[in-house]
């Protein structure tokens, strides 16, 4: 089960600019220009979470939490610092990408993230 949820990880953080994955402290982690934005968690230490570790904006942390505990945990190490666990048996791939996009945007620098939006928007027609 874990392995699917690694691949599902995967699939959404090779997706992003520059992004790299290392094994950190025996976990697949992943980086964009050399920073952490996501750690697979598989069973840490026996705490029963198959999760992703992700940096949360200022103040959702907590938010996240409260309004969906079944979803998010506060994790050891990181979360004094804002991460937040999500389970990953609990969300769906659309909202797994939206948390992990977010966390990416929240390590990258600027100048990526706008030349990701740009490319996005591809330099032909536009829509209508």
């Not at 100048?111 to 996005?120: G, I, T």
Request: charged fraction near 25%; glycine fraction near 10%; aromatic fraction near 8%.
């Amino acid at each position: 089960m874990s392995e699917k949820h690694l691949k599902r990880v995967r699939r959404i953080c090779g997706a992003l600019p520059e992004t790299t994955e290392k094994l950190s402290h025996g976990a697949p982690t992943f980086f964009v220009q050399k920073k952490v934005y996501a750690i697979f968690s598989d069973n840490h230490h026996n705490d029963g979470h198959i999760s992703v570790l992700l940096p949360a904006p200022p103040g959702f942390q907590a938010v996240l939490i409260e309004d969906s505990p079944e979803k998010f945990y506060k994790p050891p190490y990181v979360g004094v610092r804002g991460w937040v666990g999500v389970e990953l048996g609990c969300v769906s791939d659309e909202e797994l990408a939206s948390h992990i996009h977010q966390a990416w945007r929240l390590i990258a620098s600027k100048k990526l993230q706008k030349a990701f939006d740009e490319s996005k928007c591809g330099g032909g027609g536009g829509e209508s």
